[in-house]
């Protein structure tokens, strides 16, 4: 089944501990990306990645970081997490070429900051 | 002005009812749009696509684009309770590195 994955669904954790969320998709896509939605501001892109070792900021990349190690996955990482941090965050993936904007989503991942 | 603007709702509606969901946008050079639908807590899933102005069918769906006036719609005709659900506007401009800019979202209920 063609699908994006995250791990974990849900986390709770204090502000300044080191977390990474992960995603994986198992559909060769170039393209992946990370948003984070927040009530009232909706979906907004945090990095986005073209292939494997390009990677670049997209609207609101303060306090992220990312790799693309690997064509398939596409962590990413809070070094000291905040509560400002505190949001569900979504990843995406799509082929680059064709209908290249049709991103497919995963199922999100609550995350509290404390 | 923000680039993409939709009305929040929530929107409630009986079953059968035809359902309009609109989006305004500021950005001119956007070409591609989209809607989502978002159930509680799942995944954003596309569900029409649209490239440039005209419109677009899928079953119960119809996907209007005027790009004279940056307005899009979302139809939906014969609502189901199971249409209920948060629908986002969503659209891209070529050489944006694939970079898509949401509405909001739209909280539909669709009462049985």
């Known amino acids: 089944e063609a699908q994006v994955t995250q791990n974990p669904r849900y986390l709770i954790t204090v502000t300044g501990k080191k977390l990474t969320v992960t995603c994986s998709q198992n559909?060769?896509?170039?393209?992946m990306s990370w948003y984070r939605q927040d009530p009232g501001l909706g979906l907004r892109q945090i990095y986005y990645s073209m292939n494997v070792e390009v990677t670049d900021k997209g609207d609101v990349p303060e306090g992220y970081k990312v790799s693309r190690k690997e064509k398939r996955n596409f962590p990413l990482i809070l070094e000291s997490p905040s509560p400002n941090q505190t949001s569900l965050y979504f990843c995406a993936s799509s082929f680059i070429g064709g209908r290249q904007e049709t991103q497919y989503f995963g199922p999100g991942t609550r995350l509290l900051v404390l | 002005q923000k680039e993409v603007e939709q009305d929040p709702g929530p929107l409630s509606v009986p079953e059968g009812a035809i359902v309009s969901l609109n989006c305004t946008y500021s950005?001119?050079?956007?070409?591609?749009f989209m809607w989502y639908r978002q159930y509680s807590r799942k995944g954003p899933e596309l569900l029409m696509y649209t490239y440039s102005s005209g419109n677009k069918e899928d079953g119960r769906f119809t996907a209007q684009v005027d790009k004279s006036s940056k307005y899009i719609s979302l139809f939906i005709r014969d609502s189901q309770p199971s249409d209920s659900a948060t629908y986002l506007c969503?659209?891209?401009?070529?050489?944006?590195?694939?970079?898509?800019?949401f509405g909001k979202g739209t909280l539909l209920t669709v009462n049985p």
């Open positions: 950005n001119s050079a956007f070409q591609y």
């Open positions: 559909m060769n896509h170039e393209y």
């Open positions: 969503a659209m891209s401009a070529r050489g944006s590195n694939y970079k898509l800019t």
